[in-house]
């Protein structure tokens, strides 16, 4: 991702555009064999110290970067950018490095969803207490936790495969987007704009959208990283999930901690959840960049404002490279996480018979009893465990239930005991949870241009490894 979002990858890819642009002029005459073979040659040859010493003068980056390349193609580069302006080049490879940025971001995703696929399986039947609103509900299973986690990354992993294959760039306009300069250029030749523009776009995987500016709308930064917000989102409630389970009072969970790790500088025994910390650390600053982005594509003025241009240099590679950070870190710490199932008993033991009240009350109702009066005799019960607990007692509402004579008279105490363990009360939880992490299993793969050398043909070789 770094590579991706590298100087030189960008200066690289500007070249292969204005090349491809060469190359698709030619077949209108345009541009003839000697000036295309002269810039192929110089294609990859970026040199950014000459185009900083350029731009120092002339501002403009694409226009240093322009210059370096006619100066090495001295045949083929008078004909560079011809009919062009500086966002035909600028917003297509912008479109191009986040389309495989968000490929990129599924095929990690996937690495973390088949990570949670064997946690899932391996916790499938555990049996633990759920809390809503913080406070003890119902026994669920671990395995099914998790399931709940790795969902909400389902739904990412589809989403952005879909917003990759999805997203549109600016295609070939010209200064407005009325392709006024393409189509006076071509006048006269074999070639239609719309033949010249298709042609250059399929360079990169590509296709452009109907309507627009000087640029493409700016929306689309919008929707991208509003997406990728999305599942930093996901990734940061499952980090927060984390840090809660470890914390003290719980003690259920806890991220992966090496023998050497230090927790802190003053307090030898902590063992602090960091990487849950910089999960949610980070999605913060990519949940910023959606604000950011919106207000580019709300005062971006008619045809087109420069006030955008700045963010954009670091919003949309700092979200990328966030995110890419992030979902390395759910899929270490979800692969590494320490459970401890003795605090795991221990907190369904204390909780878990407040649980079997729902499933006792259905079964004394089914027999015969009043729910009303039921349901009150179980509050008042509940309320005199809640004041033992307060006092580190044994939780004692099962044996208060069963000698409380109005459940006597519909449930046995056999029954009543099966009735209020909570292992038995976790509905489908555990089958759902192998289901699920079975789906995991058979999801389709990124999608297929999730390689550099796929996107632009060539260069594969600009991030070593994809």
């Known amino acids: ?27 209108a005459g345009l541009v003839s064999e000697a000036e295309l073979a002269d810039l192929r040659r ?75 696929a064997v946690k899932i399986d391996q916790f499938a039947d555990l049996t633990c207490m759920a809390y809503t609103h913080l406070q003890a509900a119902e026994p669920t299973t671990l395995g099914y936790r998790m399931s709940m986690w790795a969902h909400d990354l389902y739904f990412d992993y589809e ?28 006048e006269g030749t074999a070639v239609t704009h719309e033949q010249l523009e298709r042609e250059v776009l399929e360079a990169f995987g590509l296709r452009a959208v109907m309507i627009t500016g000087q640029t493409y ?27 809660v389970l470890a914390s003290s009072p719980f003690g259920e969970l806890g991220e992966p901690f090496g023998s050497k790790q230090v927790g802190s500088s003053a307090m030898p025994f902590k063992r602090n959840p960091i990487m849950c910390e910089r999960i949610c650390s980070l999605a913060r600053i990519i949940a910023a960049n959606v604000d950011v982005m919106w207000h580019n594509a709300a005062d971006n003025l008619l045809e087109r404002t420069l006030d ?33 199932q003795t605090r795991i008993r221990a907190n369904l033991e204390k909780f878990g018979p407040f649980a079997g009240t729902e499933a006792l009350l259905m079964e004394a109702v ?40 109005e459940f006597a008279k519909h449930v046995g105490a056999d029954e009543l005991k099966r009735l209020m363990d909570a292992t038995r009360h976790t509905g489908f939880a555990a089958s759902k949870a192998r289901e699920f992490a079975a789906k995991v299993r058979t999801l389709e793969k990124a999608p297929a241009d999730a390689t550099l050398g796929n996107v632009v043909p060539g260069l594969g070789n600009v991030v070593p490894g994809l």
């Open 217 to 243: 709308p700016r929306r689309l930064d919008y929707v991208v990283v509003a997406n990728v917000a999305a599942l930093a989102a996901s990734c940061s409630k499952f980090a927060f999930d984390v840090r």
């Open 1 to 27: 991702m770094r590579a991706l979002f590298s100087e030189e990858t960008k200066r690289r890819m500007w070249r292969r555009m204005w090349l491809a642009l060469a190359q698709a002029q030619s077949k």
């Open 308 to 340: 955008d241009s700045a963010n954009r240099r670091s919003a949309i590679a700092e979200t990328f490279l966030t995110a890419d950070e992030i979902v390395s870190l759910v899929r270490k710490v979800i692969a590494g996480l320490r459970v401890d």
């Open 159 to 186: 989403n952005l495969k879909c917003l990759a294959a999805w997203l549109p760039s600016k295609g070939l306009r010209g200064a407005v987007g009325t392709a006024a300069s393409f189509e006076r250029l071509l």
């Open 42 to 116: 110089y294609v990859d040859a970026v040199d950014i110290a000459a185009a900083d010493a350029i731009e120092k003068e002339i501002h403009h980056d694409l226009m240093a970067e322009l210059r370096v390349y006619a100066g090495q193609a001295t045949v083929g580069g008078r004909k560079l950018h011809l009919g062009a302006t500086s966002m035909d080049i600028e917003d297509n490879v912008d479109t191009a490095r986040m389309r495989l940025a968000l490929s990129m971001l599924c095929a990690g995703v996937r690495e973390a969803l088949d990570a949670f």
């Open 366 to 405: 089914k027999k015969g009893g009043d729910r009303q009066a039921l349901h009150e005799r179980l509050r008042e019960a509940c309320m005199r465990a809640w004041d033992a607990l307060e006092k580190t007692e044994k939780n004692p509402l099962e044996e208060m239930l069963a000698r409380d004579p």
